[in-house]
C-alpha cells in the first residue's frame, strides 16, 4: 500500500513553495516580510518546550492533558476528588481510575501537535534533537494504533492509563484522530520504509474502520457523532478518504465525500463555528487533504473564513477570549495562531502574521493556560499549539529571507 510514484506525498517545503508562490502573484509584500516581534518570543518558546519535554512527555512518548495547574504535574485521584464532580464524572463515569483518563485524555491530540511542533522546527533547524523528539511523539502514537487493533484496525482508543493500557479503553474522537493523522501526514516524508508503511496502513485502516460505520461512531456512550451532527468531523473524515485513496491507488475512498458534501457547504457558512478547538481541527484536517492532492474549493474557502470568524475573539493585543456572557480570557488563542501561515498563504491580505506573534506574546505564564470548563487543570494543546505558531512563523520568516 505505497504511494505510487507518480502521485508522492509532497514535501512539507514543496507545498509551502507552492502555496507562497500562488499567493506572491497577489501580494508580493505580503510574502517578502517576516511577521514582527518574532525575536522577542524566543525565549518564551524555551519556556514551553521545557515544559513538554519535563513535564508532559511520558515514557512512551505522549504528552500527557490536563496537568494540574497548582503542582504542574498530574492530578493524582486524592486531589481529583476535591473538584467539581460533575465535570468529571461526565468525563469518564465510573473510570475506577479518574486521575489516569485525565492524564490522556487529550494526549493523542497534544502528541500530534507537540509531533508536528517538531517537525517543522526540524525543517527549520535542521537540529537532531527536534527530529528525535518529533519522532519519539510519533512512536508514541503508532503504539497507540498498534494497542488499537486488539479490538479492530483503524481503531484508535483514547489512551487512558497510557500505552499499556490503551487496548482497554473504549473511548475515541475526532480530536485525537484528526491530530494524530496531521502528525502522521507531515512525518511521513522523514520515515523510513517500514514506518511509512505502517503510516500508510493506518490511513487505509482507519478510512475502512469509518466506512464501515457510515462515518459514525459513539462519543462517551452517549452521542452519535456525524459530520452533519458535529461538523469538526470534517477535519478527520475529508483528509482521511483522499489519504486513503492516494495511499492505496483506489480512488473509490473519494466517493464517500459525497456524503460529507452538505456538512461541508454548512461549515462554510455556520456562524457558530468559531471556538478555537473548531478552528484548528477543520483548518488542519482541510489542509493535509489540500497537501495530498484534494483541489475542493471550499477547503481554503473554510480555512479563511473560520481565521476571520476566529478574529472575532482576539482582541488588538493578541488576548484570546472564549464566546460567553462576559467572555472569558482564553489560551486556545493558540491554536488561530497555529494556522497563520497557512491563512497568510491562502490571503496575503490576512494580516494573519502579523496578528499570531501578538496572540503568542500575551500567552507566557504556563500556570495561566489553563482549560476555560476545568480552569485548575492546564491547557495541554494550549502548549502545543503554541510551539506549531512559533516554528511555523519560523519557517516563514526563514523563506521570507531567502527571497
Keep these: 500500500m505505497n504511494h505510487t510514484a507518480d502521485t508522492p506525498h509532497p514535501t512539507r517545503r514543496r507545498f509551502l513553495g507552492i502555496l507562497f508562490a500562488a499567493a506572491a502573484g497577489g501580494s508580493a509584500r505580503s510574502h ?35 496537568l494540574c495547574a497548582a ?82 484496525p483503524g ?56 466506512v464501515a460505520r457510515k462515518f459514525r461512531f459513539a462519543y462517551r456512550h452517549r ?13 478527520l473524515y475529508v483528509p482521511l478518504v483522499v489519504l486513503a485513496a492516494k495511499t492505496s491507488g483506489d480512488s473509490g475512498y473519494l466517493r464517500h465525500l459525497a456524503g460529507l458534501n452538505a456538512a461541508m457547504d454548512a461549515a462554510v457558512t455556520d456562524e457558530t463555528l468559531a471556538n478555537f478547538n473548531i478552528t484548528s481541527l477543520i483548518a488542519e484536517g482541510y489542509y493535509v487533504a489540500m497537501q495530498a492532492g484534494h483541489d475542493d474549493p471550499r477547503l481554503p474557502q473554510t480555512i479563511k473564513t473560520l481565521w476571520q470568524r476566529g478574529t472575532k475573539f482576539v482582541d488588538a493585543d493578541g488576548e484570546s477570549y472564549a464566546a460567553g456572557n462576559p467572555p472569558k480570557k482564553d489560551s486556545q488563542g493558540t491554536r488561530l495562531a497555529a494556522i497563520a501561515t497557512i491563512v497568510e498563504s491562502l490571503d496575503p491580505t490576512s494580516g494573519a502574521i502579523e496578528l499570531a506573534p501578538k496572540i503568542l506574546s500575551r500567552q507566557t505564564d504556563i500556570r495561566q493556560m489553563t482549560h476555560t470548563r476545568l480552569p485548575e487543570s492546564i491547557a495541554e494543546v494550549s502548549i502545543t499549539s503554541w510551539l506549531v505558531a512559533y516554528w511555523r512563523l519560523r519557517e516563514w520568516a526563514a523563506h521570507a529571507a531567502s527571497k
Excluded at 517500514?194 to 485502516?205: C, G, H, K, S
Design 32 to 66: 517578502a516580510q517576516s511577521p514582527s516581534g518574532l525575536g522577542s518570543l524566543s525565549a518564551t518558546e524555551k519556556v514551553m518546550q521545557d515544559f513538554v519535554t519535563g513535564r508532559m512527555l511520558d515514557a512512551d512518548g505522549l504528552c500527557r492533558s490536563f
Design 223 to 235: 452521542t452519535i457523532v456525524t459530520a452533519d451532527t458535529h461538523l469538526h468531523a470534517l477535519g
Design 155 to 210: 481503531w484508535l482508543p483514547k489512551p487512558f492509563g497510557g500505552v499499556r493500557n490503551a487496548r482497554n479503553s473504549h473511548e475515541t474522537s475526532t480530536d485525537q484522530y484528526t491530530k494524530a493523522l496531521v502528525a502522521l501526514h507531515a512525518w511521513r516524508p522523514l520515515a523510513g520504509l517500514d514506518e511509512q508503511a505502517t503510516i500508510d496502513r493506518f490511513f487505509v485502516d482507519a478510512a475502512d474502520f469509518f
Design 71 to 152: 503542582t504542574l504535574a498530574p492530578w493524582t485521584n486524592e486531589d481529583l476528588a476535591k473538584t467539581d464532580q460533575r465535570l468529571i464524572t461526565d468525563m469518564f463515569q465510573n473510570a475506577p481510575d479518574k486521575a489516569g483518563c485525565m492524564s490522556y485524555e487529550n494526549a493523542l491530540m497534544a502528541t500530534g501537535e507537540f509531533a508536528l511542533s517538531q517537525i517543522v522546527r526540524y525543517g527549520v533547524t535542521n537540529e537532531a534533537p527536534a527530529r528525535e523528539l518529533a519522532h519519539r511523539a510519533i512512536r508514541g502514537i503508532l503504539a497507540v494504533i498498534d494497542e488499537g487493533r486488539h479490538y479492530m
